[in-house]
């Protein structure tokens, strides 16, 4: 008989494509990074093709690998919508989501497809806050699932992307050499204002500040304008309008982590059906900002987490 393939590997398979990360696709299935690593070699030894390459930069798919993630994919949907089929119901109800208000956007382009597509009957409600808001209801069981910037009291929290805070300069403009350096504030309690008000303070340079609003957006338009300085999330940051201020200027190393907390009420299969969700859609969102990226040359400094 001809051998089977098992529909768990490809399960696993994919996620790990779709995540890029086997880290991030063990997060998502509460296996450790070795069971996932093990079932990926198992994958291959029953293939007998090398799937995957992997390197500093990711995973690259070798085209035995590109063949086999068009075959689990129909695999797998067809798998799900005879489960769904045959099931009394499928997962189904009302989650309550918190999303930061600057990445409501990312939420509804990248995260919403994907929760709509894996999860038809899933009604979502979704609140935009403050992630510092945001955490105060899901401890009180206003929320279910919230993604929150990462403080550096955070502790077991679900990463699901991150991205570097940049100290951003206008390109039509060295504004850095001006007698004191106009600077745009984000005006709101968060941890990039946090950020940003400490590196002015540490680095001594004489500031104006010349521009506020609680929306980060708008901070980063005043950049662009060639109005201010500011410390800016790089997904912000448009192309040929913004430079990364010199280093010895201000020092740009912060890395924004954006994670996913959740209420202690949540089911646990609905936690990991959402987390799935949640991964998979962090992959995109990131290749996505990635490939319009501004500053990703070479020579750029190490990043430390906050």
Sequence with gaps: MDPLLDLELLRTFVLVVRTGELKKAAKAIYRSHAAVSMQMK???????????ERSNRGIRLTEAGKTLLSYSEQFLKLNNAALSALAAKDLSGQLSFGIPTDYAQDFLNFFMPVLTRELPNL??????????????QV?????????????????????????RLIWSAPVCARLEDQEEMPVAIH???????DLCLAGLKKANIPHRQVFGS???????????????????????LIPGKTRMLPTHILNSNLVLKMNMIYSASIDEQVLKRISECLLIASGTQKKAHLMV??????????TTDI
């Excluded at 994958?43 to 007998?48: K, N, R, S």
């Excluded at 401890?139 to 991205?163: P, Y």
């Excluded at 609680?214 to 410390?231: D, K, M, Q, R, Y």
């Excluded at 990226?293 to 190490?302: A, K, L, M, N």
């Design 139 to 163: 401890d009180a069981g206003e929320l279910d699932i919230a993604i929150v910037a990462g403080e550096a009291e955070s502790i077991d929290e679900m990463l699901l992307w991150n991205e």
């Design 293 to 302: 990226s501004p500053v990703s040359q070479p020579g750029y400094p190490d």
């Design 42 to 52: 198992r994958l291959e030894e029953q293939l007998g093709s090398c799937l995957m």
């Design 187 to 193: 005006e709101d309690n968060c941890i990039v204002r």
């Design 214 to 236: 609680p929306v980060l957006e708008n901070v980063a338009t005043a950049v662009h304008a060639g109005f201010a300085i500011s410390l800016l999330p790089e997904s912000l």
């Design 123 to 136: 009604e979502a409600k979704i609140v935009c806050d403050r992630s510092r808001n945001l955490r105060k």
